[in-house]
């Protein structure tokens, strides 16, 4: 088995934090073990979510796997933003 590259990063926002790893891959994103669209089921968290992606171009290189807690919703999907951001820094 090869070993694959991962990049690993940690954000916080208000009191969530989140724990994100970015997998070169096809898009795929999964926080606490559901797809994004069944953890944020609002459009506008997961265009929050998903906005790093968009403004480095980088829209489908990358599989996220995200395990957040504490806070609210918006505190949560600030909190995953700002880890993707940071992953995406290292990639």
């Known amino acids: 088995m090869s070993e694959t590259t991962r990049y690993y990063e940690t954000g916080k926002r208000k009191s969530?934090?989140?724990r994100v790893w970015l997998?070169?891959?096809?898009?795929k994103f999964t926080v606490n073990k559901l797809p994004l669209e069944q953890y944020f089921p609002l459009e506008t968290q997961q265009s929050m979510v998903q906005e790093p992606f968009h403004l480095t171009?980088?829209?489908?290189?990358?599989?996220?796997?995200?395990?957040?807690?504490g806070g609210g919703v918006s505190?949560?999907?600030?909190?995953i933003r700002h880890g993707v951001a940071k992953a995406l820094l290292q990639a």
């Open 16 to 18: 969530a934090i989140a």
């Open 23 to 27: 997998i070169p891959g096809s898009g």
């Open 57 to 69: 171009d980088t829209t489908g290189q990358f599989d996220a796997l995200v395990t957040v807690r």
């Open 75 to 79: 505190g949560q999907a600030g909190a």
